[in-house]
């Protein structure tokens, strides 16, 4: 089965666990689980999903440590599951990795609509850069003529292909900040970072809209995959997730919201760049 269709869930409480998986499989997903934090991050390694929820309370190692193993080789989905009401565990469960929450008890509805707003959203291989980079330039050599063959090659001056145009887009560049939208790279000062899917899809959307004020309300949208306002209910939470993926995301490309180089913040509305 294709990667992108596979989930594992990791939940000691069994049924939970069977109603999550249930959720899952309705929605098209192969699903495997896990009861322990040690048993999940190995199964998340052998079957490489697109999703993943994880429970903060594990028997062994708690969610949090779990997220952070889990990084260090995929970029999965998280979502993390938690009976905690208390901000700080979900705010450092976000620090950890995670791209959403949902705290228990939690509507099977609302677990579904999460995983498609996710799924909507690009998924790429995990990689390392120098992967990404050796993949793209075995594919342009996959079109450039072969000396084998005896073909010329083509004129400089040619027109490029639509094909090409269509599909290479130039790196976004601002006063160091190189933003790469096509292998999903950032770059500040000459120097790659590695950035979790939701800040790249954050930092990108703020580098579509330049100078333009994009609400926290436009941000959490853009997350969900939704193009436009359909209407779809935005809670304090939502808009809280926003605030703390942005600390996440200045304080890996070192931006100080005090005197932001790239991202300031307008108060009580929103973000935009800075140039």
Do not use: C
Not at 15 to 38: C, K, M, P, Y
Not at 177 to 200: A, H, I, K, P, Q
């Amino acid at each position: 089965m294709d990667n992108s269709r596979v989930a594992v869930v990791v939940e000691d409480d069994q049924d939970i666990r069977e109603l999550v998986s249930v959720i899952l499989n309705q929605s098209g997903f192969e699903v495997h689980s896990a009861s322990t934090g040690a048993d999940g991050v190995a199964a998340i390694r052998e079957h490489n999903p697109a999703i993943v929820t994880l429970d903060l309370g594990l028997p062994d190692i708690d969610g949090f440590e779990v997220a952070r193993r889990v990084r260090l080789f995929s970029d999965a989905y998280i979502i993390m599951l938690t009976g905690r009401a208390d901000e700080m565990d979900t705010l450092l469960g976000l620090e950890t990795g995670a791209d959403d929450y949902l705290t228990k008890p939690f509507r099977p509805r609302e677990l579904r609509a999460r995983i498609s707003a996710m799924m909507r959203r690009p998924r790429v291989s995990f990689e390392s850069p120098a992967a990404v980079r050796e993949s793209a330039m075995e594919i342009h050599n996959s079109v450039m003529p072969s000396p084998a063959t005896g073909e010329t090659e083509p004129d400089r001056e040619a027109e490029p292909s639509p094909t090409a145009t269509e599909t290479v887009s130039q790196p976004a560049s601002l006063d160091g900040l190189v933003v790469n939208n096509d292998d999903r790279t950032v770059e500040v000062d000459g120097n790659e970072l590695e950035l979790t899917r939701t800040e790249f899809d954050l930092l990108h959307a703020l580098v579509e809209s330049g100078k333009q004020v994009r609400t926290k309300s436009d941000l959490v949208r853009r997350l969900r995959g939704e193009d436009y306002d359909v209407g779809s209910y935005i809670s304090d939470a939502d808009e809280r997730t926003i605030e703390v993926h942005m600390a996440n995301l200045r304080r890996k490309i070192g931006d100080n919201p005090r005197d932001p180089r790239w991202i300031k913040t307008v108060r009580g509305v929103g973000y935009r760049l800075v140039h």
